[in-house]
Each structure stands twice: as structure tokens, then as C-alpha cells.
């Protein structure tokens, strides 16, 4: 059944509630700078386990578990699947073979079908970069309301029209999941059953008849917003809103945090200056070695 909570906020009493809006915002944007510049796919597994580990200790409820681990598993599964048959970059090892490329028609026409280990291990990479993301954003999504967000942006000086675009886009992810669970229904007791075979025609005419109707529907709910912001003067003048203070720990844990990326950032900048032979200190060798297992 169908849990429409589960996109929307929830209170909690953990600490991970109690955070600061911009807290939650700094966290994330430097971790997502970290699993950008971080290479090392040991590295990028400790960053998920925190990031997970944020989500234990926030206590979410089994029906977000379950949401979370199925984007994560069929993320890395897609990655590492597409990766690992159309990796293109030399040198590349074979591990299996799906289809050779003596076989008639096929097989000469694609050149063989592959399975490569450096395809793996960089899908896995990118799979992991993007968990990390996506586990960040919906702990923020999860555990913070969307005026605490507003705030935050406003008090780093965002334009209020843009501040306020991204949040209504927040706020519609739980409308368009209801959407689409209203129309799945309505379509499931008019007896519509879209695997009923594996015939392309079939496939492409079931998501027609449930992609047009969510379409509808969200454009209908979008106007009716449009509208009703419009009739309240938005845009005719900068709202009021209080600022609060930013807690005085919170935001020098940030800046240790900011202050860690950035030398995090040195340091890759070091390595790729040493690895393409423009930059090399004697000193910094078992550094070197550190930055090559680790970033």
C-alpha cells in the first residue's frame, strides 16, 4: 500500500532535527563536493556509511529504509551494469563475455558483447557518488521543513523568488508521488495491467496512459498555484522574515568542515600536479602515497 508520508517531513527528536537548516545545507554541499573530488571507491564507501549512519541516528521510520535502499541498490546495480558493458577507455580487462563477436549478425555488428573489471570498478565509483548525494539530500528533505529551508536560503542572501521556486519544487515531490499513486490506482480497478506482456507496442502505449494523466493533473495543481500566489502579490515586495541566529557550535563545526574540504581540495590539486609531472615535493612522497590510496 501505497504511504503517502513518506516524501514529507516528519518531527523527530534527535538531534538531526534539532540541526539548523543551514547546518543540514553546509553539510551537504560539502560532502557533494568530497564525493566529486574523492576517486577512491574505499573512500567514497566510508563517506555512504556516515551518510547512512545519519540516517540510524535520525531514527527515520522502515518505509523511508525501504525507499532509500531501493534507489541506492537499483543506482548502483545501473551503474555498474552500463559501466561495465560500454566502458570505452584503454586498458580495459575482460571478465565474461555475453555475446562474441563471431556469432552472425549480431555479434559482428556490435564487435562482442563484454564485460570489463575497469567498468565495474568505475560504475562503482559513480554509484556510490551518486548514493551519497541522493542519501543526503532526502536526510535534509526528511528532517527539515520547508519554511527552516526558506529561511536558510534568505539568510545567505538567495533571491526570494528563487529561494521560494526551489522550495515549492521540494513541496511538489510528495504531490506528483500522490499523483501517480492515484492514477496507478484508478487504472489497476479499470483493470489495466501494464505487464501483462513484454511487447514494446504494449509498453509504450501503458506509459502513455499513465504518464499523460499524471501530467495532467500536476499541471492542474501547478496553475492553481501559480494562481493562488499570484493573487497574494508575490513578487510586489520583500516579505519580512526573522532571521534567526545561526547557533554559535553549529557553525564552527561547519567551518572545521569547510576548512576540511578545502585542504582536502589542495591536496588532490597537489597530487594532480605530481601525477602529470608539473609539480613534485620531496617532503610530501608519503603523502603522495597517502592521496593515492585514499583520494
Not at 46 to 63: E, R
Request: proline residues 3%; glycine residues 6%.
Amino acid at each position: 500500500m501505497y504511504n503517502k508520508q513518506i516524501w514529507r517531513t516528519e518531527s523527530g527528536r534527535t538531534l538531526i532535527y534539532a540541526l539548523d537548516a543551514r547546518t543540514k545545507l553546509a553539510v551537504m554541499l560539502t560532502m557533494a563536493v568530497l564525493a566529486i573530488l574523492i576517486d577512491s571507491a574505499a573512500t567514497l564507501f566510508i563517506l555512504l556509511i556516515l551518510t547512512l549512519l545519519l540516517h540510524f541516528w535520525a531514527q527515520m521510520p522502515a518505509a523511508k529504509w525501504r525507499l532509500l535502499s531501493l534507489l541506492i541498490l537499483f543506482g548502483i546495480w545501473g551503474s555498474m551494469a552500463s559501466q561495465a558493458l560500454f566502458y570505452n577507455q584503454e586498458p580495459r580487462t575482460v571478465v565474461a563475455c555475453l555475446l562474441p563477436a563471431g556469432i552472425p549478425v549480431f555479434g559482428q555488428l556490435s564487435g562482442g558483447l563484454y564485460i570489463y573489471r575497469e567498468g565495474l570498478e568505475h560504475g562503482a565509483v559513480q554509484a556510490l557518488r551518486t548514493s551519497i548525494m541522493s542519501a543526503l539530500g532526502l536526510l535534509v528533505c526528511w528532517t527539515t521543513n520547508t519554511n527552516q529551508l526558506l529561511k536558510g536560503f534568505l539568510a545567505w542572501r538567495m533571491p526570494y523568488e528563487l529561494a521560494f521556486m526551489l522550495i515549492t519544487g521540494l513541496r511538489f515531490l510528495p504531490v506528483i508521488a500522490e499523483e501517480t499513486a492515484t492514477v496507478l490506482t484508478a487504472q489497476r480497478l479499470r483493470g489495466f495491467e501494464p505487464l501483462k506482456t513484454l511487447s514494446v507496442r504494449h509498453f509504450l502505449q501503458s506509459a502513455m496512459q499513465t504518464l499523460f494523466p499524471i501530467l495532467a493533473r500536476t499541471v492542474r495543481r501547478a496553475a492553481t498555484l501559480a494562481l493562488s500566489v499570484q493573487s497574494r502579490g508575490f513578487g510586489r515586495g520583500s516579505p519580512c522574515l526573522a532571521d534567526a541566529a545561526w547557533p554559535v557550535r553549529q557553525k564552527i563545526a561547519v567551518y572545521f568542515l569547510l576548512a576540511g574540504t578545502v585542504a582536502a581540495m589542495i591536496a588532490k590539486l597537489m597530487y594532480l600536479l605530481q601525477y602529470n609531472g608539473l609539480l613534485y615535493v620531496a617532503g610530501w612522497r608519503v603523502l603522495y602515497d597517502v592521496m593515492k590510496v585514499w583520494l
